[in-house]
């Protein structure tokens, strides 16, 4: 399986946007230089206020440009970076990834994926139901979370658009992802 990154985009703050950039430097074990979600604890505001002291499992958000896709033809205009992903990627069916896929992107960093993102009440902040048009169900009912998926950083290195992405899936037997 192989993919390519077609945008990555960074916030020194806690914010939903965050802005496209030309590169974006991966660290080991903490997430992307320059992010308020970079470090070895939790930093999403929530998640800290229950439990600080957890580990960073959303070091890194990656969305798959087909979802904005499907975005755009449900009539929403959402261009990459506006859902707080750090990477957008093209090619990948990311939410059909086990937990444990590690991806290699460009020519050094490798991301390990944790889970998937629950998608929150701020995405109508930026279009009315938006929350809403990234979940859905499947025929038993179960919802299903279509925001993208978290990780954390394994190696580090500069990833850019144009980088190919390599997935590496897990030994054993997969376990699906869920929300982290």
Do not use: W
């Amino acid at each position: 399986m192989q993919g390519s990154v077609i945008a990555v985009s960074v916030s020194a703050t806690h914010t939903m946007r965050k802005a496209n950039t030309a590169r974006i430097e991966l660290v080991e074990g903490l997430g992307i230089q320059g992010d308020a979600h970079m470090g070895e604890t939790v930093k999403h505001r929530s998640r800290v206020s229950r439990d600080p002291s957890q580990p960073n499992l959303r070091q890194v958000h990656l969305i798959h440009a087909e979802l904005l896709d499907e975005l755009t033809g449900a009539g929403f205009e959402v261009e990459p970076g506006r859902m707080g992903e750090n990477i957008t990627t093209r090619g990948l069916d990311l939410l059909a990834l086990p937990a444990g896929t590690k991806l290699r992107i460009g020519e050094r960093a490798i991301i390990e994926v944790t889970g998937l993102r629950n998608p929150c009440l701020q995405l109508n902040g930026i279009a009315p139901g938006l929350m809403n048009a990234v979940l859905d169900r499947d025929t038993e009912g179960n919802v299903i979370r279509k925001a993208g998926v978290m990780g954390i950083v394994i190696a580090g290195g500069n990833v850019k658009p144009g980088d190919s992405i390599l997935v590496e899936l897990p030994y054993g037997t997969p376990s699906p992802l869920k929300p982290v």
